[in-house]
């Protein structure tokens, strides 16, 4: 919770309707009935200052608690739009620097719950709250501005990475990848980083680019070794080598796929047996293909030279 300012009390306000009350006796009331909790009867006191008497020392603060009341009432687009008039009418206030994290605070708050809705807002706090962090790097506030940062980053991190998510079970990979991609670039240190790129990873392996997917599960073991979704990753990684070995084979890479298999064969060699036999049964599989092809060419070959030098003299 962002820290406000304290007020010392002045004296007290009569009964008087709202057009007798002098500025202080208007603020003394309207920061009672703020202090009781009763935000919404405090707007008028405060808003009669602030729109009657401009030209008053207290201005400045009775703009801060018209906005903080209508905060308080949970009304964040309005609060946020009184604590940007202050920010640009009262600069020199004491309240200044709060204003400005308000502001950000209020677009946050304002942003719809529904991830799936648009968050015009919440990006819009994310460069506020940005903008707070560098302006003002000793503010006592950093701590708070940092706060928000984050809860708004991991906001937007969750709508990119459901929206991953969805297009993945639908079956549309390049879409998710999109997705996937963009929480891994621009929300690296979100609590959904390391699940966007298993998701990337995953949509990579139900795509058929198993060379992608094994690539992307090996860079997750780099980076997140003790991550709950470690064991998960490995088993998939393997199966990725052992499916892009054999699309290497059928698309008559045999290089490729020998390298593939001859390395999960060293893998496993002494730590999996199953497995190890795996590799090598994929391995032999590959060279009768290679050998199969090989003798249909030598036989292609033999058949073109045949035909391919008619006698002389025809």
Do not use: W
Not at 209 to 218: G, I, N
Request: net charge negative.
């Amino acid at each position: 919770m962002v820290v406000i300012p304290g007020m010392v009390g002045i004296g007290c306000g009569g009964s008087k309707s709202i057009s007798n009350l002098t500025t202080a006796e208007l603020f003394q009331i309207g920061k009672e009935k703020y202090d009781d909790g009763k935000y919404f009867k405090a707007l008028s006191y405060f808003q009669a200052i602030v729109y009657n008497y401009p030209g008053e020392s207290i201005v400045d603060t009775a703009q801060y608690y018209l906005a903080l009341s209508y905060y308080g009432n949970k009304d964040h687009e309005l609060a946020q739009v009184e604590f940007n008039r202050l920010v640009l009418n009262y600069p020199a206030s004491v309240y200044f620097e709060h204003a400005v994290l308000f502001r950000a605070v209020c677009a946050f708050e304002s942003s719809p719950g529904n991830y799936a809705l648009d968050q015009v807002g919440l990006q819009q706090a994310i460069g506020l709250f940005e903008d707070f962090i560098i302006d003002f790097p000793e503010s006592e506030l950093q701590e708070d501005a940092h706060k928000y940062l984050n809860n708004a980053r991991d906001k937007l991190a969750r709508k990119y990475f459901n929206s991953a998510v969805t297009y993945t079970r639908m079956g549309a990979y390049k879409a998710s990848q999109t997705y996937y991609q963009l929480v891994i670039d621009e929300y690296t240190d979100s609590e959904f980083a390391p699940e966007a790129l298993f998701g990337l990873a995953e949509a990579n392996f139900k795509a058929g680019e198993f060379d992608e997917a094994r690539r992307l599960l090996d860079n997750f073991l780099t980076i997140y070794p003790d991550h709950t979704l470690a064991a998960k990753v490995t088993e998939m990684a393997v199966e990725a080598a052992f499916l892009n070995g054999t699309a290497a084979s059928e698309r008559g890479e045999y290089d490729s796929a020998r390298t593939i298999f001859r390395k999960l064969i060293e893998k496993f060699r002494h730590t999996d047996r199953e497995r190890f036999r795996r590799a090598y049964e994929c391995l032999d599989k590959v060279n009768q293909a290679a050998d199969e092809e090989s003798q249909v060419e030598d036989d292609d070959t033999g058949a073109r030279g045949e035909l391919g030098h008619p006698r002389r003299g025809i």
